[in-house]
């Protein structure tokens, strides 16, 4: 069975660009994460849905993110305008429900530059 | 006091010694604990859940959980070269989170 699935797996682009990464969950899994990962922080979850629902997005860190879900399938986190302090590796995970084991995707290594 | 912990490391040991990991948290009520494995520039991967108290052994690896003194360890036992990684316990607590520990990395020597 395919994993999470997501793209780009590098994207390195200027500051003030658009970012848009994407994100297919394992099929029947009705909980996706998105988390940031850098050296300093570590592992931040940024937002949470549940059946295609927004339902925690405490950690998103700035009105220059967004995330939407418009089907159980698919899932995109937007960055805009994109800044140097971005730069950062994305997971998206996605999990049975919300408190089952979650599985990773291989994140999208992200440099702005 | 951050909400998981865990010991940044490195840790060193032999190849075949045992390894133990170990984490803490601040939410008494905190239920379900998971142990992640992250090698270096790949995504994390479950290796072991724990919901009860005491221990629970998958193959050579045994997660052990004390909820009255909020700690949770792992064991690795016969170390390999190839379970050098950074380990990552995540905690979910009772105000409805899932909450990553700093991960501590493990190098086992040949």
């Known amino acids: 069975d395919a994993g999470v699935i997501q793209s780009p797996r590098h994207e390195v682009t200027e500051m003030g660009q658009e970012v848009t990464l994407r994100c297919k969950p394992i099929?029947?899994?009705?909980?996706l994460f998105w988390y940031r990962q850098t050296m300093m922080r570590g592992l931040e979850l940024l937002i949470y849905?549940?059946?295609?629902?927004?339902?925690?997005d405490s950690g998103m860190p700035e009105d220059r993110f967004s995330a939407k879900m418009p089907n159980a399938s698919f899932s995109t986190l937007k960055i805009q305008p994109s800044e140097p302090r971005d730069s950062a590796v994305y997971f998206c995970?996605?999990?049975?429900?919300?408190?089952?084991?979650?599985?990773f995707g291989d994140g999208t290594r992200l440099s702005i530059l | 006091q951050k909400e998981v912990e865990q010991n940044s490391g490195p840790l060193s040991v032999p190849e075949g010694a045992i390894a133990s990991l170990n984490c803490t948290y601040s939410?008494?009520?905190?239920?379900?604990f998971f142990w992640y494995r992250q090698y270096s520039g790949k995504s994390p991967e479950l290796i072991m859940f724990?919901?009860?108290?005491g221990d629970k052994e998958d193959g050579r690896f045994t997660a052990q959980l004390n909820k009255a003194s909020q700690y949770v360890s792992l064991l690795i036992r016969d170390s390999q070269p190839s379970d050098s990684a950074t380990y990552l316990c995540?905690?979910?607590?009772?105000?409805?989170?899932?909450?990553f520990g700093p991960g501590t990395s493990l190098s086992v020597i040949p």
């Open positions: 995540a905690v979910k607590t009772s105000y409805d989170k899932v909450i």
């Open positions: 724990i919901y009860s108290n």
């Open positions: 995970a996605s999990s049975f429900a919300r408190y089952q084991p979650q599985h």
């Open positions: 099929s029947g899994h009705n909980s």
């Open positions: 939410d008494r009520g905190s239920q379900s």
């Open positions: 849905f549940n059946n295609n629902v927004p339902i925690d």
